[in-house]
């Protein structure tokens, strides 16, 4: 069936160091979106990527959507401590959202 | 515009009883989905809902159940509580399969 792959799943870093976690798909995907879920909260959107190698930027964060829209990737550059937090992706096929196993991000000051 | 809402906010039953979920979706969203997130772990898919009808279910038992009302909200129902339901449930709503907005959670626990 169906699954979305994340790694690492755990990942610490030094405050400032640069961060990256990557969602791998069994089958192609419609589009990737990637949520953050602080501690003690809910996913939150974070961004949607439909287009075959489409890459977009939110400040310090850089999604990736692969080639052949089976994989992406989220980089932090300069951790910050506001970082923390787990990352999902999910990605959609047929008409259902699958969610990664998500990546816990934790940012050492 | 009031996001996905769910009540009740913390909910504790004992071992054998049932406990009954309920989610507001954002309005004009028709898609429910419903995850269990056990302590320190990812979200596992339990059911989704569209249209008022059940689209799938996940790798869960019979006794976790659920519908979708008329006016797109929806109730997880878990019979014959066992102690690993403890969980947040989580659920969210999309309109289309796009976006899928969360709502703050349940969180179960069962003693």
């Known amino acids: 069936g169906q699954q979305v792959m994340q790694i690492p799943q755990y990942q610490h870093v030094q405050e400032g160091e640069d961060f990256t976690t990557y969602c791998n798909s069994s089958t192609t995907l419609s589009n990737i979106q990637w949520y953050k879920q602080r501690p003690g909260g809910h996913p939150v959107f974070l961004i949607q990527l439909v287009k075959s190698g489409e890459v977009k930027k939110q400040k310090r964060l850089t999604f990736q959507f692969g080639e052949a829209k089976k994989n992406s990737s989220l980089h932090i550059t300069a951790t910050q401590t506001t970082d923390v937090g787990t990352y999902f992706c999910?990605?959609?096929?047929?008409?259902?959202?699958?969610f990664g196993t998500g990546t816990s991000l934790t940012v050492i000051p | 515009e009031a996001g996905v809402t769910q009540s009740p906010t913390h909910l504790i039953k004992t071992r054998g009883q049932q406990a009954t979920l309920r989610c507001s979706p954002i309005?004009?969203?028709?898609?429910v989905y419903w995850y269990q997130q056990a302590l320190g772990l990812g979200l596992q898919f339990l059911l989704w809902?569209?249209?008022?009808?059940?689209?799938n279910r996940g790798n869960f038992p019979p006794r976790f159940s659920g519908r979708q009302f008329p006016n797109y909200s929806s109730e997880l129902n878990v019979n014959a509580l066992e102690l690993e339901d403890s969980a947040l449930y989580l659920c969210a709503s999309s309109l289309s399969r796009r976006v899928a907005f969360f709502g703050q959670g349940t969180r179960l626990t069962v003693v």
């Open positions: 809902y569209d249209e008022g009808e059940e689209r």
């Open positions: 999910a990605g959609l096929a047929g008409n259902q959202f699958y």
């Open positions: 309005s004009g969203h028709t898609s």
